[in-house]
């Protein structure tokens, strides 16, 4: 699903076929003061700094602890936060900010330019083995302090992706004092100046947040204006998916996140609980074949898989009626998604014809194609979350319809990613929340072959050049031409099979009231949240 250990980020509607219904007007009565929220995350990180570390888990709960310079609305408009105003200029290099005055991190320390400048240096600093966020700096090349509240960062190059970035708790405000006394501990004490404040972490276990007795400054995209209403938040790990469920119903926690569809499906019929299914746009759930091991090197057998299966049917058979089929590498609700991509709807006749075509032929008889005394087999890796574990013996069982041996092996995210950096499978999946479509330069520039997440090991000469020009323009009609060709380029060449696009099913108790999510649809809105007396 979403779990990674780098990169970058980058109009949230309600995706066709996505069942829940969701109301985005304002709970009913006045909102009530005071009490405590338990949320249920679905990931034990390895660490939860933002700096330093990736996972999205992180940013469900410190998305409340940290400010950002600015803050992006479900329709992709950016608005003022810690910053007040900012202007773009030479040619998309230098971004200046002009920041809010009065406001101090949760340890007293002052928000200003200087505080500005040493957490991008932070960021920045090799030392700190920043995972995501130095990716999200892009190409940084110093921030420049102009006045006590007017700062400037400079890039080496157009970075017309920096404004999304910012909007991230990865580049949210940490208090300089903070990182500084703390230092490689800092995760266990951090300090921002959001609606919340950090208290406790214990590994594995919890992470605990208070409301900050002094926050005055909430954006425009919040609904009302001084402290938040929850006195207390408590987020709790379940990674197991069969403990969320019984969770929620014993009254252990108040909203659970990632609900497996077949529960979400009996809760949405309750009424004392709301499913609350928010698309995430981003890179789709997708395999991605590997163009470097033979046989998927050829582009005919890549082809044969994706017209061997019947996705529409393996989709609606795991997710139900909550996630849409993928048409390619971007989901449709994401900016700059392609909506004229060639399409693979299962024909069996053709698959085998185009595996005739690469030479494949079931020459002894016993179901499995073969060629010069080899089998056709493939190997997939899989990762043990997302239901990848229930696609992948559907893909099994579809392909062997047409004389493909597939063998599925599970591993932990770390060995996956190993496996991927050796090149050791056919088919591997991966997806990426985000906003911003230059996602597609992480996947399939030639550069991230042997150090990143091009797992089709693919090298296109022409890719590259258009993915570098849209990654620099300032022009968004240009960028989202240049993306669309590389989208177009990797579903003529097969380089991925599109599965479904990603619909986070969140489960509240009817006591919930004014739970949003953030544009990229993990991150809650817990400012605006209050809850009814048990």
């Known amino acids: 699903m979403r779990r990674l250990v780098a990169l970058i980020s980058v109009l949230a509607i309600l995706i066709a076929g996505c069942s829940g219904k969701v109301s985005t007007k304002r709970s009913a009565g006045a909102p009530v003061r005071g009490g405590t929220l338990v949320y249920g995350l679905t990931l034990p990180v390895s660490g939860i700094d933002p700096h330093v570390n990736a996972s999205s888990e992180l940013g469900i709960p410190l998305t409340s602890v940290y400010d950002t310079l600015v803050i992006e609305d479900k329709s992709g408009k950016f608005h003022p936060d810690l910053a007040t105003s900012w202007q773009i200029s ?7 900010f002009h920041l809010r005055k009065g406001v101090k991190f949760h340890d007293g320390t002052p928000f200003n330019a200087r505080a500005v400048k040493e957490n991008f240096d932070r960021i920045a ?3 700190t083995r920043s995972q995501k966020a130095r990716f999200m700096l892009g190409p940084y090349d110093r921030t420049e ?15 017309p992706a920096f404004l999304d970035a910012a909007s991230q708790v990865y580049l949210g405000m940490a208090s300089p004092t903070a990182f500084k006394k703390w230092g490689k501990d800092y995760q266990f004490h951090q300090v921002g100046t959001g609606p919340f404040r950090f208290v406790s972490y214990k590994e594995r276990q919890e992470i605990v947040l208070e409301r900050n007795p002094d926050y005055n400054w909430a954006p425009e995209v919040m609904r009302h204006k001084g ?37 979400a499906e009996r809760l949405e019929k309750d009424p004392n609980y709301k499913l609350i299914p928010v698309p995430v746009p981003g890179m789709s759930v997708q395999f991605f074949f590997n163009t470097r091991r033979s046989p998927t090197d050829d582009v005919r057998v890549r082809k044969a898989i994706l017209y061997a299966l019947d996705r529409e049917a393996m989709v609606k058979a795991v997710f139900g009626t909550y996630s849409p089929v993928a048409t390619g590498p971007l989901t449709a609700n994401m900016p700059g998604a392609s909506k004229d991509l060639p399409e693979y709807h299962q024909d069996l006749a053709k698959s085998r014809e185009l595996l005739r075509e690469a030479g494949w032929s079931d020459s002894d008889g016993d179901g499995i194609l073969d060629k010069g005394g080899r089998k056709l087999k493939l190997e997939c890796v899989v990762m043990g979350w997302g239901e990848l574990p229930e696609i992948a013996p559907i893909i099994q069982e579809e392909l062997k319809k047409v004389g493909i041996e597939l063998s599925v092996k599970t591993l932990s995210f770390p060995a996956a990613l190993n496996a991927a950096s050796k090149g050791e499978y056919h088919l591997i999946p991966f997806s990426l929340s985000g906003t911003d479509p230059s996602l597609l330069t992480t996947f399939f520039h030639s550069r991230n072959i042997e150090h990143g997440f091009n797992w089709s090991k693919v090298s296109d000469a022409q890719v590259d050049m258009w993915l570098d020009e849209a990654d620099s323009s300032m022009d968004w009609r240009r960028r989202v031409e240049l993306y669309g ?3 177009q380029r990797a579903m003529e060449e097969a380089w991925v099979l599109p ?26 809105w817990l400012f605006d949240v209050w809850v009814s007396k048990k």
């Open 125 to 127: 600093a090799p030392e």
């Open 227 to 263: 402290t938040a209403y929850l006195d207390r938040v408590i987020f709790r790990f379940y990674p197991d998916p069969s403990t969320r469920t019984p969770a929620l119903l014993s009254g252990e926690v108040d909203v659970m996140g990632e609900v497996p569809p077949r529960e």
């Open 499 to 524: 599965i479904r696009d990603q619909v986070n099913l969140n489960v509240a108790s009817s006591r919930v009231h004014d739970l949003r999510y953030d544009y990229r649809g993990w991150f809650p």
């Open 90 to 96: 030479d040619g998309g290099r230098t971004y200046t």
């Open 485 to 487: 060709k590389v989208q």
């Open 145 to 159: 302090v102009l006045d006590e509240y007017t700062v400037a960062v400079h890039f080496k190059r157009p970075y």
